[in-house]
């Protein structure tokens, strides 16, 4: 909480003595002890861990909704696979608790379980608890959270329903001043994957709002997200009508040249192959960039 990091030496005297005294916690201070190392990016040791999972198995029952919702982000976020045990014994917990989610803890998990690579669809009951929900808390969704929540949809290739997505894009009008490039960035790149499903997807109104957010926040704008939304305008416009003005493609030229020297092979070629696909002419000055950077 106070933001400062232990020393090696400190973390490492404190693993032992959790290690030597076989620490006992409770729902709550599992969490919590997770959380913490998480916010720290602190690794456990093979042995806590595996303590830890052990003393989960045992408080699974006890679990509150944010204590449910803290441990899989926590998790996540330290890039720990937990096994199928765990998520048979955490799906049970969420069951339990749904009706105790608020709309950050909903988006958190399903951002953790996007991260962790975890197949929602073989955890049983886990979605149509998760859209119940969702439904019931959408309208207190902060920007970031409903950022978070489409990328999520996209990384696990969820086909999103129609009602999903009309309460996504009302929120989305409600909370676009409040989001910043990445969460732009991400929106439409999650949106993108996922008109590969579905077609026509977005409301005539979404690109208008968007494209005067992101033209507000374009000077901080990073190389993936430069190349995120580019690319994601190249998919989306197989199946819906884009237009991008030219005040977007000045201002999106003119960052690219600040953060050429941040972008990748990868994100070079998703920028030239998106001026393909929407047919646009790359200025000179774009052109000189490019170059210089993929040599």
């Given at each position: 909480t106070l933001g400062h990091v232990p020393s090696d030496r400190i973390m490492q005297l404190w693993f032992q003595q959790a290690e030597r005294e076989n620490l006992k916690f409770d729902g709550m201070?599992?969490?919590?002890?997770m959380w913490?190392?998480?916010k720290l990016q602190i690794q456990p040791t093979d042995l806590f861990l595996e303590r830890w999972f052990g003393m989960f198995c045992e408080v699974s029952l006890t679990l509150k909704s944010q204590e449910t919702a803290n441990i899989i982000w926590a998790l996540a976020t330290l890039n720990i696979d937990p096994g199928g045990g765990f998520l048979a014994l955490w799906n049970d917990c969420f069951t339990r608790e749904a009706g105790n989610f608020n709309s950050q803890h909903l988006s958190n998990l399903?951002?953790?379980?996007a991260k962790l690579d975890i197949k929602v669809d073989e955890m049983?009951?886990?979605?149509?608890?998760?859209?119940?929900?969702?439904?019931?808390?959408?309208a207190?969704?902060?920007s970031q959270a409903l950022a978070n929540v489409l990328w999520s949809f996209a990384k696990l290739k969820i086909e999103p329903s129609r009602q999903f997505l009309d309460l996504w894009f009302d929120g989305f009008k409600r909370e676009w001043l409040h989001f910043n490039t990445q969460n732009l960035a991400n929106s439409l790149w999650a949106l993108a994957k996922l008109n590969t499903m579905?077609?026509?997807?977005?409301?005539?109104?979404?690109?208008d709002l968007w494209m005067d957010g992101f033209i507000r926040e374009l000077r901080n704008c990073n190389s993936q997200d430069l190349a995120n939304c580019l690319w994601a305008f190249a998919r989306i416009s197989t199946?819906?009508?884009?237009?991008?003005?030219?005040?977007?493609?000045?201002?999106?030229?003119?960052q690219f040249r600040v953060e050429s020297q941040f972008f990748n092979c990868q994100g070079l070629a998703n920028v030239m192959w998106a001026m393909g696909k929407l047919e646009l002419q790359p200025s000179p000055k774009f052109l000189d960039a490019w170059f210089a950077q993929f040599q």
């Open positions: 201070g599992l969490s919590i002890v913490a190392l998480a399903l951002w953790a379980l049983t009951g886990f979605m149509p608890v998760w859209y119940e929900a969702f439904e019931r808390n959408h207190s969704l902060k579905s077609e026509r997807l977005l409301p005539e109104s979404f690109l199946v819906e009508d884009v237009h991008i003005p030219d005040a977007f493609l000045k201002q999106w030229d003119r």
